[in-house]
Every structure is written in C-alpha cells, then in structure tokens.
C-alpha cells in the first residue's frame, strides 16, 4: 500500500511541468551492516572495560581513566550503529525531487 501511494505521488510530481527529474528507490536496507558495527563497538567497548579494571588493579590510573573514555566512546558508537540500524530495517521507498 505504501509503495502504491509513493508511485502516485511520483507519477503525479513527474506530470507537473516544473518538476525536470525524480529517482524513485528502494530506502536501501543497510540494517544488518550497521548491527554488525555495533557488535564490533561493543566489543570494543567491553575491551576497553577490561583494560580499564587491569590498569586501576595495578595502579596505573591514568591508563585506566583513558581506557575507561575509549570505552565510553566506543559504546557512543555502538549505540549510534544501533539506532541506524533500527533506522533502516524500517525500509519503505524514497523518492528524491531535483532539477
């Protein structure tokens, strides 16, 4: 139903005069490309973790500290790779207008 509403509205934009160009494509379904890279990230986060506990275990706190932001930042990552994620496994079409 989605798709038939989506190609009306192209076919009538593609009517109209001043419209020159439309590209109609499919939303591009990357869902499981951008749940891989949050794997990866989490991995990497739960690393930085461990790194983190051995460096304070042996005093070094401010390898520790850094270990601890890498792991922040590689959990940021994890859970932006998620939300594209959930982004894209929405699908649907998109309909790009240009002259």
Do not use: K
């Not at 990497?44 to 005093?59: C, F, K, T």
Request: aromatic share 6%; with cysteine.
């Amino acid at each position: 139903m989605r798709i038939f509403a989506a190609f009306a509205t192209a076919s009538f934009l593609a009517a109209s005069p001043c419209m020159a160009q439309i590209v109609i494509s499919p939303g591009g379904n990357d869902s499981a490309r951008h749940e891989y890279r949050a794997d990866q990230q989490e991995h990497a986060a739960q690393y930085d973790q461990h790194r983190a506990r051995q460096d304070a275990a042996v005093g070094n706190y401010r390898g520790a500290a850094q270990a601890q932001d890498e792991a922040r930042h590689h959990q940021a990552m994890a859970e932006d790779q998620e939300h594209r994620a959930d982004r894209d496994s929405r699908g649907g079409v998109r309909v790009e207008i240009g002259h």
